[in-house]
């Protein structure tokens, strides 16, 4: 059975894309515990990120980097950090998250509720920084 992530991929589900490539999806997590909390995910499903074969895994991070600069310019932040947890969804991801203080680069930090409007206008945001190789068609 197809994940989550991948039927966001294949657009049976909406999601807030704020970057993608031929290979990866950069999209808002709708359980964000910070503003602009990004999930990078390669289009292919595979559950474990350790599975991923190196290339696919390089060309993430390269893909992961470009978003996280673009967050970093959107997003009022000290800097953006990276976790890689891969429980709560059974396939590869990359969680980006923007913050202030470092509580807040934690999978069980408070969630954040926000209205489909602010999600909107938090990923009009980010667009505005992602290379043009990378902005969402």
């Known amino acids: 059975m197809a994940s989550v992530f991948t039927k966001i991929v294949q657009g049976e589900i909406p999601a807030?894309?704020?970057?993608?490539s031929d290979k990866f999806l950069?999209?808002?997590d709708i359980n964000p515990v910070a503003e602009g909390h990004t999930l990078?995910?390669?289009k292919q499903e595979i559950d474990y990120f350790f599975d991923l074969d190196d290339q696919l895994l390089a060309d993430m991070m390269v893909f992961a980097k470009k978003v996280a600069h673009a967050l970093d310019q959107a997003i009022e932040c000290k800097r953006v950090g990276v976790m890689v947890v891969g429980t709560e969804v059974p396939h590869a991801h990359i969680h980006l998250v923007p913050f202030k203080s470092e509580p807040q680069v934690c999978i069980v930090a408070p969630?954040?509720?926000l209205t489909e409007e602010?999600?909107?206008d938090i990923t009009e945001k980010i667009r505005k920084y992602i290379p043009q190789e990378i902005a969402v068609k």
């Open 16 to 20: 807030y894309k704020v970057a993608e």
């Open 26 to 28: 950069a999209f808002l």
């Open 40 to 42: 990078v995910i390669p």
């Open 111 to 113: 969630k954040m509720k």
């Open 118 to 120: 602010q999600f909107r």
